[in-house]
């Protein structure tokens, strides 16, 4: 309900205080939004469909699933860090709804990198089964932001009017199993052509480098961060780790 635009709101509602406890629950979409790249890239090789042609779909897909959610984030943190010079500034930059000239370019540039990373990850028979792994650990990876950072705005000036909070240890070991789970069942279900478990591990030195200086930033500029800085940190740590298996396996 929080993380798509599938309408779940018709059949289900939710107290506010849940939505403050979401974050860690982040890995969990994961599972649906890496899901549906997954099935897409599945049946577009089941119909011989180049792979170029099955990330372009499985990437739009996932746009529409999520409303471009992560992606605006995305796009909001570039204009607001690439333009603003003062932490007032930079947040009011980023709360406005037009997009600027980094936004622009930091889109464009993301779509460019991950599509071609991709498209070579599958070309060189990269299981689908990865894609859902990458996206999971990515999110719970992006997740740990609630744990370093306070978040910048009042409850008043958030965009959606809400301000996560930290959660217990015990959410916090549940965040790092729906993060890995899939990992698991790349190596079980799909060893030939999945990553080891060794090549997973060093393929998270440079996405947990970038959440590192993304943070550092974060903290520097805004002594904090906002809803926007969650998708981009999703974004870039999600490209980070297919640029680490794409370094390795092709």
């Not at 991950?114 to 999110?139: Q, R």
């Not at 990876?141 to 978040?151: E, R």
Request: aromatic residues 8%; negative net charge.
């Amino acid at each position: 309900m929080f993380f798509t635009r599938l309408p779940l709101w018709r059949i289900a509602t939710i107290e506010r205080r849940y939505f403050q406890h979401v974050v860690p629950l982040w890995p969990l979409a994961g599972w649906l939004t890496g899901g549906t790249m997954a099935a897409v890239v599945a049946v577009a090789d089941s119909l011989c469909l180049a792979p170029e042609v099955a990330v372009a779909v499985a990437l739009a897909a996932r746009c529409l699933l999520t409303g471009a959610l992560h992606e605006d984030g995305f796009a909001d943190f570039c204009d607001g860090f690439g333009g603003g010079t003062s932490r007032e500034r930079t947040l009011a930059i980023m709360k406005d709804s037009h997009i600027g000239t980094y936004g622009v370019l930091g889109l464009v540039l993301y779509v460019l990198l991950v599509w071609n990373v991709l498209t070579e990850l599958i070309d060189v028979g990269l299981s689908p089964l990865a894609i859902v792994a990458a996206d999971t650990m990515a999110k719970g990876l992006s997740s740990t932001i609630i744990l370093f950072l306070p978040y910048a705005r009042s409850e008043a000036e958030a965009k959606n009017r809400l301000v996560y909070e930290a959660t217990p240890v015990a959410e916090r070991l549940l965040t790092l199993l729906l993060a890995v789970a899939p990992v698991a069942l790349c190596l079980v279900l799909t060893p030939a052509t999945s990553p080891t478990m060794g090549q997973w591990l060093a393929a998270l030195v440079l996405p947990v480098g970038g959440c590192a200086a993304l943070f550092a930033w974060m903290h520097r500029r805004l002594q904090g961060y906002t809803g926007d800085c969650c998708g981009a940190t999703f974004i870039i740590t999600e490209l980070l780790l297919y640029l680490s298996l794409c370094l390795m396996l092709c």
